[in-house]
Antibody
Framework: QVQLVQSGAEVKKPGASVKVSCKASGYTFTSYGLSWVRQAPGQGLEWMGWMSAYNGNTNYAQQFQGRVTMTTDTSTSTAYMELRNLRSDDTAVYYC??????????????????WGQGTMVTVSS | DIQMTQSPSSLSASVGDRVTITCRASQNIRNYLNWYQQKPGKAPKFLIYAASSLQSGVPSGVPSRFSGSGSGTDFTLTISSLQPEDFATYYCQQTYSTPTTFGQGTKVEIK
């Protein structure tokens, strides 16, 4: 079945980096984009950025520019999100989500139709 | 960035109740509005796109008791007859412009 499986929980110290992986299966990896979304404990959803699995193009949310890098390995259908210079307020569950584009009368709509199970990243000294 | 505001932040309801959640955008987003359901400790689940179209993929087709409506700045998610499995937090998302933004969530609890 179509699924995204993420790497396990991480504990990092402030100033360190973390790299989370997201392995896709059940669909053609390069036919879709992937977004990364995070959720701080007890909080809502925050979009971090998007990348094309087809050509590697990226679009990062302004608040993460300079600290985040999203990459893919098409040979293993795996996407990666690296966040650097971690702070305590980066403690969150990080999700990858497949982006599909649905065409309807009047426009095309982005949808996050498949999500990974989430990776808890804890930043603590 | 477009701000998305949901109301209420939480509500208590009984099985069989009709439940309505509102999402308001800070500017006109036409119908570029999605809804997601999230249960504790789980990833969000995609429910509705283009404000009113139910996700119909197999095996995760959305039950017909869910419906969405609205355009412009005001949108609603309605559950016509609340079922035990519907107790969760619901999020709206605008995809009209980048960055995509989410509402703060509405938690539907058991009365």
């Amino acid at each position: 079945q179509v699924q995204l499986v993420q790497s396990g929980a991480e504990v990092k110290k402030p100033g360190a980096s973390v790299k989370v992986s997201c392995k896709a299966s059940g669909y053609t990896f390069t036919s879709y984009g992937l977004s990364w979304v995070r959720q701080a404990p007890g909080q809502g959803l925050e979009w971090m950025g998007w990348m094309s699995a087809y050509n590697g193009n990226t679009n990062y949310a302004q608040q993460f520019q300079g600290r985040v890098t999203m990459t893919t390995d098409t040979s293993t259908s795996t996407a990666y999100m690296e966040l650097r210079n971690l702070r305590s307020d980066d403690t969150a569950v990080y999700y990858c989500a497949r982006e599909d584009v649905v065409v309807v009368v009047g426009g095309t709509h982005r949808v996050f139709d498949i999500w990974g199970q989430g990776t808890m990243v804890t930043v603590s000294s | 960035d477009i701000q998305m505001t949901q109301s209420p932040s939480s509500l208590s309801a009984s099985v069989g109740d009709r439940v309505t959640i509102t999402c308001r955008a800070s500017q006109n987003i036409r119908n570029y509005l999605n809804w997601y359901q999230q249960k504790p400790g789980k990833a969000p689940k995609f429910l509705i796109y283009a404000a009113s179209s139910l996700q119909s993929g197999v095996p995760s087709g959305v039950p017909s008791r869910f419906s969405g409506s609205g355009s412009g700045t005001d949108f609603t998610l309605t559950i016509s007859s609340l079922q035990p499995e519907d107790f969760a937090t619901y999020y709206c998302q605008q995809t009209y412009s980048t960055p995509t933004t989410f509402g703060q969530g509405t938690k539907v609890e058991i009365k």
